[in-house]
């Protein structure tokens, strides 16, 4: 079946690091572009960071920028979100999706918290 497997979300200091994973199965990411949103509780969900399907081209949210990295392993089948020098503000649901012209596949989230 088609599916998103998001992981890595945890409870992390501010300044901290982790790397959050989208695991694809049933189909191959290397031809979707792929992006991370994140959601926190009241607010609108938010487009955080995208990459093409070469893995050539990305872009992010300007919050973001220079602190979080997203890349391809294609022979996994996996997207990543690295996100260094994590603040409280970042605490949300992240969620992986896969677009390819009108189809969009969306993981389940994973909780990210950045607290003392």
């Known amino acids: 079946q088609v599916q998103l497997v998001e992981s890595g979300g945890a409870l992390v200091q501010p300044g901290g690091s982790l790397r959050l994973s989208c695991a694809a199965s049933?189909?191959?990411?290397?031809?979707?572009?792929m992006r991370w949103y994140r959601q926190a509780p009241g607010k609108e969900r938010e487009l955080v960071a995208t990459?093409?399907?070469?893995?050539?081209?990305?872009n992010y949210v300007d919050s973001v920028l220079g602190r979080f990295t997203i890349s391809r392993g294609n022979a996994k089948n996996t997207v990543y979100l690295q996100m260094n020098s994590l603040k409280p503000g970042d605490t949300a649901v992240y969620y992986c999706?896969?677009?390819?012209?009108?189809?969009?596949?969306w993981g389940q989230g994973t909780q990210v918290t950045v607290s003392s």
């Open positions: 990459i093409s399907s070469t893995g050539d081209s990305t």
């Open positions: 049933g189909f191959t990411l290397s031809t979707y572009v």
């Open positions: 999706c896969a677009q390819r012209n009108f189809f969009s596949f």
